[in-house]
């Protein structure tokens, strides 16, 4: 539903019902912070002593 890989919080060893729970709730997903940073971080321009190469 995060759009993270099947088993990438339930296949951790050690980890319970709850952990599970609580680490998919603090998480972000990936998606809408990839959109987020595409809205939010300005453009960088090329470096002028980069484009020489």
């Known amino acids: 539903?995060?759009?993270?890989?099947a088993g990438w919080v339930t296949?951790?060893?050690g980890l319970g019902r709850p952990a599970q729970l609580t680490a998919?709730?603090?998480g972000v997903v990936p998606q809408q912070a990839a959109r987020a940073l595409q809205l939010?971080?300005?453009?960088?321009?090329?470096?002028?002593?980069?484009?020489?190469?």
């Open 1 to 5: 539903m995060q759009g993270l890989d």
């Open 11 to 13: 296949a951790t060893p």
């Open 24 to 26: 998919l709730g603090n």
């Open 40 to 53: 939010l971080a300005p453009p960088f321009p090329r470096c002028p002593r980069c484009a020489d190469r």
